[in-house]
């Protein structure tokens, strides 16, 4: 951090624009990579109270989620779920909404996926039986939000609190519909019926790698290049910047607002099916991985950025595989992680809160 | 440590010792002036009106008595001293304290418990004692403080007098009510003035802020009158002692409205023979609420080439209507039709398209937004449209060529066109705001206070654009509380008072003096004109 913030107090300036990139470059490197190293070293020296290495456990993290075939193959299947709902949660914060539900959206649109493409399979060709289960459960999600949406829309109801709210009862509904519903007559264990592996969706090449990735990707990308590149984008983020601003400027604010809500709960609920239909083929009674809120300090971290968000969803990714293996091998329980991402986190803030009081000093 | 019920009313200056101060005091929020050099001084003994319209300032020097805002320039004094107060501890700690215009009690706790709210911790409150003040207070003052009520419960009338009561119990010197009346009923009002006048008899200094002049003559020992952020006069106590009513009021209106004397009389503009009916508003009416004035039966016609003024006290509907006018508001009756083409039913951007252009007066929080680039800013009601857009897709080189263009044509001062506009000054913000409302095929425009907040060069640039828009043959409507603006621009000025137009008056540049009268008796409801509407 110190290194960096003296470079680019010493480098001669070549002109106000390669200046400017330089503080740019200067400022992310402070703002992304300070707290992330800080959080490294800290979680690392909780590691030592304990009496683990941190420096055995960090390299069997990485040899084992990004150096390792298998492992590196786990960690970008991994990646897919928690790429789209980076995707829907990229489309919420640029536009100011707070779309903190997109657990319970993800979980209901597994579960659509998981009941129907099982019901279709053999009655239609495969890979639509693919795409309607990608679309239900788009809908569903989108479905989910519909209430916090127009509760914020049209009462300016604060969408933070009923989203979580509809996320319990999501979660808690999906359950219901996986035990009464959905259940598989077949087995003891309460699930879904399996869909076959040759059914779920191709791997890609000769690895385990799931094609769900090549779809998420896209859904970032996608995203970003409509939220930064075209007016839709822009009138999405007029009024999440500025409402008042908004309605002068002639924006249907609700419309709008609604239009986020379902955009952001399809992408939770694509996410849903990418598990289901990619890697899992099933939902079991109680399962939750929440990575929602996983995922919602990613976004955050890379500033709402959707190549920031793949790169860090990347890394998470394979911390979250490499600690798996680590639990086992090393002794240090799989939520460790948290400890990991929460201390992320609190330095994060801390980096942000810094950064606006040396900008609040220096002018 | 600051304890409830140990002291009482006692420890107080002499009468007429000035208790606190205000110092060439200068206080400037992004792109505003809002507080401009005002010295006051605030006595023991008296009831001291700050009076003023809305954005005058007064709320701003409530502020910084408060601890919640510091001034930029000068100082405030307590008892002579200067003093910093820089959070509300150390205001309450100088024995200010202020009810403020919206009740800040906690509404589910009981009055007893909002009384002790912010009294140390580590003791149980004195009960007893605080019950024996509370007799003594009741006795004295005629507060009614029920204290085992659960305070939401109590009438907002109530619920002020439990604000004033706690201002009592700490060591109070100086008692700020701002705005307690616009709560209350006439009668509330009324009480409240009795409680203020046996207040300052024992010794408090008490400020009340009000913009209404009768209840300034009536519960007022010293009125000083705040306009646009500066100190535009006084009314001392012997002569305000010696005026009836009526010409109270008067000094209080010519203060109000008065030539404020900034070295802007340019001369005023000559009307010339209108055009066609541009914009014509018949029996516009929307529906109020709590904190927004409801517009009934608004009627009022603008001509191409002519710039109708609208005059009033802030806050008495302009914003509405200039809403309701734009599209941004939904409207209960009436039409609005733009070059005899019925546009009620239309969008803000249809309303756009056709040429109806709103400059809001919200430069900050509704005209612009702050975080984007100028560029952005330039195009932001025409998202999406050509040559900007196409298929959707943003042509960013042809935005900022655009930006570029206005930045130039308004002489608009920015580091770039990618500077995001909030590090702009409020003039320059509005520059580009006015760039963007007259870019294409404007007909009508709607200006909402044009020049409020801005500087000497920045207002004379501004009237002089809203002459050329006039004489360029674009219909104006021009709202503004300030009178010498409209004198020297408008050719006729209507006046607004609760939501209703109250009157129009030719605009008569040779007898500026009868039309400020004339204006400003409208304006406060105070008699009914008697130039020709």
């Not at chain 1, 996608?222 to 908004?246: C, D, E, I, Q, Y």
Request: charged share 20%; with cysteine; glycine share 10%.
């Amino acid at each position: 951090m110190t290194a960096s913030d003296t470079q680019t107090a010493t480098t001669p300036s070549n002109g106000p624009v390669e200046v400017q990139r330089e503080a740019r470059l200067a400022r992310f490197a402070v703002m992304t990579l300070g707290p992330i190293a800080a959080a490294v070293i800290a979680s690392g020296l909780i590691l030592v109270v304990f009496g683990i290495n941190p420096i055995t456990y960090y390299t069997f993290v990485i040899e084992r989620g990004l150096f390792s075939g298998l492992g590196l193959e786990q960690t970008l299947t991994r990646m897919a779920p928690l790429l789209f709902l980076a995707a829907g949660l990229i489309v919420a914060f640029r536009a100011g909404i707070w779309n903190l539900g997109v657990d319970g959206q993800f979980l209901l649109g597994a579960v659509a996926s998981a009941a129907l493409a099982p019901a279709l399979l053999g009655v239609l060709p495969g890979w639509i039986v693919l795409l309607m289960g990608f679309v239900l459960a788009g809908l569903v999600g989108a479905v989910w939000s519909v209430l916090p949406a127009l509760l914020r829309a049209y009462q300016g109801v604060n969408e933070i609190i009923t989203t979580l709210m509809m996320t319990f009862l999501g979660v808690s509904l999906a359950n219901v519909l996986v035990k009464l519903v959905f259940l598989d007559p077949k087995t003891t264990v309460p699930q879904t019926r399996t869909i076959p592996v040759p059914d779920r969706l191709p791997r890609l090449f000769d690895s385990t790698i799931s094609s769900g990735l090549v779809w998420a990707v896209a859904a970032v990308l996608l995203v970003h290049v409509v939220m930064t590149r075209t007016a839709f984008g822009l009138k999405l983020r007029t009024v999440g910047a500025n409402p008042h601003a908004a309605a002068h400027a002639g924006l249907s604010v609700p419309r709008l607002t609604v239009a986020v809500f379902a955009i952001s709960a399809a992408f939770a609920g694509l996410a849903g099916a990418s598990e289901i239909l990619g890697v899992n083929g099933n939902v079991r009674a109680d399962w939750n991985p929440a990575y929602g809120l996983m995922v919602i300090p990613l976004v955050f971290l890379a500033r709402f950025h959707g190549v920031g968000s793949i790169i860090l969803i990347f890394f998470y990714s394979a911390l979250l595989i490499g600690s798996e293996s680590a639990a086992r091998r090393v002794g240090v329980p799989q939520d460790f992680t948290l400890v990991l991402v929460a201390t992320l986190l609190i330095f994060l803030g801390l980096a942000e809160w810094l950064d606006h009081r040396r900008r609040k000093g220096g002018g | 440590m600051r304890d409830l019920a140990r002291t009482s009313l006692v420890p107080l200056p002499a009468k007429g010792v000035e208790a606190v101060g205000l110092v060439s005091v200068t206080k400037r929020f992004p792109g505003v002036v809002a507080v401009d050099d005002v010295s006051l001084g605030i006595r023991s003994g008296e009831v001291h009106v700050l009076l003023g319209e809305n954005g005058a300032g007064k709320s701003t020097i409530v502020g910084m008595l408060a601890g919640l805002q510091l001034p930029d320039e000068g100082h405030l004094t307590v008892n002579g001293v200067p003093v910093r107060l820089a959070s509300p501890v150390e205001s309450l700690a100088a024995g200010i304290n202020t009810v403020f215009q919206h009740v800040m009690l906690v509404p589910t706790l009981t009055v007893f418990e909002n009384l002790v709210l912010g009294d140390a911790w580590w003791h149980r409150p004195p009960r007893a004692l605080i019950e024996a003040r509370i007799a003594e207070l009741q006795r004295d003052f005629g507060l009614r403080v029920p204290l085992d009520a659960i305070t939401g419960d109590l009438s907002l009338g109530e619920q002020q007098q439990i604000e004033i009561a706690r201002a009592l119990l700490r060591e109070s010197h100086v008692l700020i009510l701002d705005e307690a009346t616009s709560m209350l009923t006439p009668q509330g009002a009324d009480e409240l003035g009795e409680r203020m006048r046996r207040l300052a008899e024992r010794g408090l200094a008490v400020v009340f802020i009000t913009h209404k002049l009768s209840e300034a003559y009536r519960f007022g020992d010293r009125i000083s009158v705040l306009k646009q952020g500066r100190f535009a006069g006084e009314i001392g106590p012997d002569a305000l002692a010696a005026m009836a009513e009526k010409d109270a009021v008067d000094e209080m209106v010519q203060l109000m409205f008065g030539s404020s004397d900034t070295g802007l009389a340019s001369a005023a503009r000559q009307s010339r023979p209108r055009g066609a009916c541009s914009l014509k508003v018949s029996g516009l009416s929307t529906q109020g609420g709590v904190e927004e004035m409801a517009l009934s039966d608004i009627s009022l016609e603008v001509f191409a080439g002519e710039i109708l003024g609208v005059a009033g006290i802030d806050g008495n509907g302009q914003k509405q209507m200039a809403e309701a006018i734009a599209g941004q508001r939904p409207v209960t009756a009436g039409t609005v039709e733009l070059e005899s083409r019925n546009v009620t039913q239309e969008s803000v951007g249809k309303r756009r398209e056709l040429g109806l252009r709103y400059l809001t007066d919200d430069r900050l929080m509704e005209g612009s937004v702050g975080l984007f680039a100028v560029s952005e800013n330039t195009v932001l009601k025409e998202i999406g449209a050509p040559p900007f857009w196409s298929y959707g897709f943003e042509k960013p080189a042809r935005i900022a060529a655009h930006a570029r263009d206005l930045i130039q044509r308004f002489s608009v001062r920015t580091p770039g066109e990618a500077t995001p506009i909030g590090h702009l000054s409020g003039g320059n913000i509005q520059k580009v705001l006015l760039g963007r409302e007259l870019s294409g095929a404007a007909k009508v425009v709607v200006f909402n206070k044009p020049t409020y907040g801005l500087d000497m060069q920045n207002i004379a640039a501004s009237r002089q654009r809203i002459r050329d828009i006039a004489e360029g043959g674009m219909a104006v409507l021009l709202i503004s509380t300030d009178l010498d603006e409209l004198l020297e621009l408008a050719d006729r000025i209507a006046v607004m008072d609760r939501g209703r137009i109250c009157g129009v008056l030719d605009n008569d540049a040779t007898q500026p003096a009868e039309m400020r009268t004339a204006i400003g008796r409208l304006m406060v409801g105070e008699a009914p004109a008697e130039v020709d509407a």
